[in-house]
Every structure is written in C-alpha cells, then in structure tokens.
C-alpha cells in the first residue's frame, strides 16, 4: 500500500507543466494589498503577551 501511494504520488509530482506562458505571479491588487497591511500591522512583545494591532 505504501509503495503504492509513493508512486501515485511520484508520478502526479513529475508531470511536466504545459508551456503555454502562464503567468503565475501575483497581481498588483494583492501586492499592495499586503503591503498596506503589512504597514499597518503593529505587533507589541512583552515577557507573556504578545499583542497584534492593525492600525488604520
């Protein structure tokens, strides 16, 4: 069963992807999406707490 999974598993991993130019990037929207949030998020450590603001 085990020999099984791994070649199943083996042979869904080395499928080779289509060369059709698709572009897997992110878009610009959800860049600056988490780039805006990551601007706005404050994270504040003490010796218990850890405390996640998000400041707007």
């Not at 897997?24 to 949030?37: A, D, H, I, R, S």
């Amino acid at each position: 069963m085990l020999n099984q999974n791994i070649t199943l598993m083996a042979k869904l991993y080395s499928k080779q992807t289509p060369k059709n130019n698709i572009n897997l990037g992110p878009k610009e929207e959800t860049v600056n999406f988490l780039l805006n949030y990551s601007k706005a998020l404050n994270i504040i450590k003490s010796k218990s707490l850890k405390c996640e603001l998000l400041l707007n």
